[in-house]
């Protein structure tokens, strides 16, 4: 599962008026959104057979599981992700996050709307563990091509993937806009070939289509009905990524990105699934057992392998390089929703938004990716620890899908509970068949998940009750006004206050006049609001109300994905006393500092992570783009 960084513009909703044509969008998509499920057959049948539970290589067995496959893919992807959940888009934007924030707005006064919530933060942050696992296992398992071409390249597949992979992450500080460009047709000849070579199969041994009959999947459970179970844990790996298509809605348009997948990406993937099939089908037993090691190189004859090698591992490096903008994208959307602290984002482009770079996720990725590949060594091992990471996530989205459908779309119990049970059934015995891999590697991204959950919420929490602590001690605004118009020296110029609250006087207001004594000809108390839509009408983006005597508040609307540009969102706010000249505008902020309290809200180990977080989350100055020269930062104490 992937979700990579959204545009800064506000798309429509459902991409129906994007201005590129349809197919320029489909053909978009294909390049940005459908790698990691694309690059699922280097292991995912593989697994199935090789794995942690080996099953026999005879026909009941082979069609058993490209059956299991086949129906995954149907009722997973195409079913609930493309069919039903793209409908469901936050103003043309998917994901955990967006689907959280439609079913928050619309259960707002709900005493179980909380629930979802947690549901939504916690797939976030089982997404975080996906991200490390997905560019290990992909770029692994295509280097590990090297070792079909040649037995004598087997030493060297962990040093190629490290260095692969380290390249992959040195080189986000620069952006992907050009390496972009070449993602589409790269990803098309990947997908043509991977294509053709299972077509070249099935025509060799045509009787592997029965396995569209669903039979075969029931008759394999008939057979083998523990092993079968397990199984599953290998099978799902063949629609990871499916998250993808509905968190990268925003896109390209619900319609593009069903166009690629029903006319192009699945029926290639299909074709190749379906064409390792028939290779084992077709093979003698010796030769059968060698292919299974690694049956999508098998696919290609001896002189063709190297070159899929080479254009697996490009297939790999792209599916790597949009998950880690996924999660670049989703940490920027967890930090304007209050999940997260403030970091240091930097726009790796001038002309789209969504090309954004933040360091801190970039490096501890990267290590996370490295330790990884040393300890697991194989994409085998790392395959027991990815199943977990995107089962859980499915199985949360499935959910969320319930809410929606009784909660938001107002369906009928009784055609909401069958859709709602099946997918409940599918997804839950994925997630259950992982769970036997916990020992052998699934414990990492529970660990991770578990990480991440407890420091977003953590934030939240803290946040929360810091701000419910500063407005209990705050001065009405209105009668701080009056009160201070003839006690201070008014000085030139304009002073803006950063407040958190549109409640209340900023503590860095109170701190300035007891100690400079001064006040500016118009002061302006500022609060940016965050709001539950991905984006806000740019003519909603401004609140003001005149208070009097040179003083006014403020308030700046962003949706959830776009960026706090404040100088640039001032332009727009000319209704306060006039235009904003930045060389005579000063910008005040309050930072403040954790006191412990004798009666702690929060138990200690939880405050003690806040106030770590609170120390190391980047400036507001950064964070809202003031200019540097023009900031004052004033102190204050607060207990939580």
């Known amino acids: 599962m992937n979700e990579t960084a959204a545009p800064a513009h506000q798309p429509p909703a459902g991409g129906s008026n994007h201005s590129a044509s349809k197919t320029a969008l489909a053909v978009g998509a294909i390049g940005i959104v459908f790698g990691d499920i694309g690059t699922s057959p280097l292991y995912a049948f593989r697994e199935t057979f090789a794995g942690a539970h080996p099953l026999a290589l005879d026909s009941a067995h082979v069609l058993g599981v490209v059956s299991l496959i086949f129906w995954s893919m149907t009722l997973v992807v195409s079913i609930q992700y493309v069919t039903i959940l793209m409908r469901a888009d936050n103003k043309g934007q998917g994901g955990s996050l967006a689907l959280v924030a439609l079913i928050s707005r619309s259960l707002s006064k709900s005493k179980y709307g909380w629930i979802a919530v947690l549901l939504g933060v916690f797939a976030t942050s089982l997404f975080y563990g996906d991200s490390m696992i997905t560019p290990a296992i992909s770029v692994l398992s295509a280097v590990e091509g090297l070792a079909v071409v040649d037995q004598t390249f087997e030493r060297f597949v962990i040093p190629i993937a490290l260095v692969l992979l380290v390249f992959l992450f040195v080189i986000q500080k620069r952006g992907t806009a050009k390496v972009g460009a070449l993602f589409a047709p790269v990803m098309i000849v990947y997908f043509s070939v991977i294509a053709l070579l299972g077509t070249w199969e099935i025509i060799q041994t045509p009787g592997v289509l029965w396995a569209l009959n669903p039979w075969h999947a029931v008759n394999f459970f008939i057979l083998d009905g523990w092993l079968a179970f397990l199984a599953l844990g290998s099978v799902v790996l063949a629609v990871t990524g499916s998250e993808a298509l509905y968190s990268d809605m925003g896109h390209f348009g619900r319609g593009p990105m069903r166009l690629s997948w029903f006319g192009f990406v699945m029926p290639c993937l299909l074709l190749n699934y379906f064409g390792q099939g028939a290779m084992i089908i077709g093979l003698p037993p010796e030769q059968a057992t060698q292919a299974i090691l690694n049956p999508f190189f098998f696919l290609a004859s001896e002189e063709w392998r190297l070159p899929l090698v080479l254009l697996a591992t490009v297939a790999t490096f792209i599916a790597s390089q949009a998950v880690i903008s996924g999660a670049f994208s989703i940490t920027h959307q967890a930090i304007q929703m209050g999940f997260i602290p403030r970091l240091n984002i930097r726009h790796t482009s001038e002309t789209e938004g969504g090309q954004i770079y933040i360091p801190v996720v970039n490096w501890a990725l990267m290590v996370a990716v490295i330790v990884l590949v040393l300890t697991f060594q194989t994409s085998s091992n790392l395959a027991n620890a990815y199943g977990i990471a995107v089962t859980g996530a499915v199985t949360i989205d499935t959910l969320l899908m319930a809410v929606l459908l009784v909660g938001v779309w107002k369906w009928r119990w009784w055609y909401a509970a069958p859709v709602?049970?099946?997918?409940?059934?599918?997804?839950?015995?994925?997630?259950?068949?992982?769970?036997?891999?916990?020992?052998?590697?699934?414990?990492?991204?529970?660990?991770?998940?578990?990480?991440?959950?407890?420091?977003?919420?953590?934030?939240?929490?803290?946040?929360?009750?810091?701000?419910?602590?500063?407005?209990?001690?705050?001065?009405?605004?209105?009668?701080?006004?009056?009160?201070?118009?003839?006690?201070?020296?008014?000085?030139?110029?304009?002073?803006?206050?950063?407040?958190?609250?549109?409640?209340?006087?900023?503590?860095?207001?109170?701190?300035?006049?007891?100690?400079?004594?001064?006040?500016?000809?118009?002061?302006?108390?500022?609060?940016?609001?965050?709001?539950?839509?991905?984006?806000?009408?740019?003519?909603?983006?401004?609140?003001?109300?005149?208070?009097?005597?040179?003083?006014?508040?403020?308030?700046?609307?962003?949706?959830?994905?776009?960026?706090?540009?404040?100088?640039?969102?001032?332009?727009?706010?000319?209704?306060?006393?006039?235009?904003?000249?930045?060389?005579?505008?000063?910008?005040?902020?309050?930072?403040?500092?954790?006191?412990?309290?004798?009666?702690?809200?929060?138990?200690?180990?939880?405050?003690?992570?806040?106030?770590?977080?609170?120390?190391?989350?980047?400036?507001?100055?950064?964070?809202?783009?003031?200019?540097?020269?023009?900031?004052?930062?004033?102190?204050?104490?607060?207990?939580?």
Not at 500 to 514: F, M, Q, R, Y
Not at 545 to 559: E, K, N, P
Not at 615 to 631: E, G, H, I, Q
């Open 420 to 640: 709602v049970v099946l997918f409940l059934v599918v997804d839950g015995a994925y997630f259950a068949a992982n769970l036997t891999k916990v020992a052998d590697g699934g414990w990492f991204p529970l660990v991770v998940g578990l990480v991440a959950f407890t420091l977003l919420t953590t934030w939240a929490r803290g946040r929360k009750l810091m701000r419910e602590r500063m407005s209990e001690s705050a001065l009405p605004l209105e009668i701080f006004a009056k009160s201070a118009k003839n006690s201070a020296v008014r000085v030139p110029g304009t002073a803006i206050f950063m407040a958190s609250s549109t409640a209340g006087v900023p503590s860095a207001l109170l701190h300035n006049i007891k100690h400079n004594k001064v006040l500016h000809e118009r002061v302006v108390i500022l609060t940016i609001s965050i709001t539950d839509e991905s984006y806000v009408d740019p003519a909603q983006r401004c609140e003001m109300h005149d208070l009097g005597d040179g003083f006014y508040r403020a308030v700046l609307h962003y949706g959830f994905m776009e960026e706090t540009d404040v100088p640039l969102g001032l332009k727009s706010m000319q209704r306060c006393g006039g235009e904003f000249d930045m060389m005579h505008t000063s910008f005040f902020l309050s930072r403040q500092t954790l006191l412990p309290s004798e009666k702690p809200a929060m138990p200690l180990w939880r405050e003690k992570i806040f106030a770590w977080l609170l120390r190391n989350s980047a400036s507001a100055m950064d964070f809202f783009k003031l200019p540097t020269n023009r900031v004052v930062e004033l102190g204050s104490q607060v207990e939580i």
